[in-house]
């Protein structure tokens, strides 16, 4: 369950100074800590980014939330991304990525959610794509695992110089991504898709409508509430660069 914490509306259009720190230094840590508990893995911090995933729809423009009413939207799966949709007013659909395209061309959807990259990728202009509204309502990463018999058969020295590595790295691999999503965008533009932003406090009021629901979906879902109840202290809290307040501790959970 604790997979699905950040697809909770708590992150939806979080800028990003403030959702990195409360990735890197409360949920990531903690998600670790627990696959490493339940699985035979070592985990590498901090986690790789792929990037916010946005929605895409081809006839009707998209100038806030209320506009995916009654469209069929498709998403890459997780209850708590149905549930969000759903709470706008859209008909969320779990296809394979792959079918996602000739949906779209033969009308048996509205829009997908995805992310700039993936979307310029699939060319979803050629499929009809014309409208984008880009509410970050997630980020996505990947979490790097390793064996754990491979992780504790290496020497100390050697898994330093690994975790050292990983993290020295990792800035540029970010670097790497927030171009390519950037570059992304800026294709998916120029193939004449119109992208609206909604300002901060558009997505600051949909994020707290949202958020009306996030405790009944917690207790559903079994997810762990002592992370929850931190990030969104964090979230509240934060100050306009992303540093999170004495009081969002990052200590793990009982």
Not at 161 to 179: K, N, T, Y
Request: with cysteine; aromatic share 6%.
């Amino acid at each position: 369950a604790a997979k699905n914490i950040t697809s909770l509306p708590m992150f939806y259009g979080l800028p990003e100074p403030t959702l990195r720190r409360i990735q890197d230094e409360l949920v990531m840590p903690e998600l670790a800590r627990r696959l490493e508990a339940r699985l035979a893995v070592k985990v590498l911090l901090p986690a790789l980014d792929l990037g916010y995933t946005q929605v895409f729809t081809t006839d009707r423009p998209l100038r806030s939330s209320r506009d995916l009413r009654q469209l069929k939207i498709r998403v890459p799966g997780g209850v708590p991304n149905l549930r969000r949709l759903r709470l706008q007013g859209a008909y969320p659909v779990s296809i394979p990525w792959s079918d996602a395209p000739l949906a779209l061309s033969q009308g048996n959807i509205d829009g997908v959610t995805t992310t700039y990259e993936t979307a310029q990728s699939a060319a979803l202009w050629d499929v009809g794509v014309r409208h984008a509204l880009e509410d970050r309502a997630m980020f996505v990463q990947y979490v790097p695992m390793l064996r754990r018999s491979f992780w504790d058969g290496l020497e100390p020295a050697t898994r330093h110089v690994v975790s050292d590595c990983w993290q020295q790295e990792l800035q540029h691999a970010r670097a790497f991504a927030a171009a390519r999503q950037a570059k992304a965008r800026q294709t998916i533009i120029e193939h004449g898709v119109e992208i609206v932003v909604p300002d901060a406090a558009t997505l600051g009021a949909e994020r707290d409508r949202l958020l009306e629901t996030q405790p009944a979906l917690v207790e559903e879902l079994g997810m762990p509430n002592d992370i929850v109840a931190r990030v969104v202290s964090a979230a509240t809290m934060a100050t306009p660069d992303g540093s999170l307040s004495p009081g969002a501790s990052t200590g793990a959970g009982t």
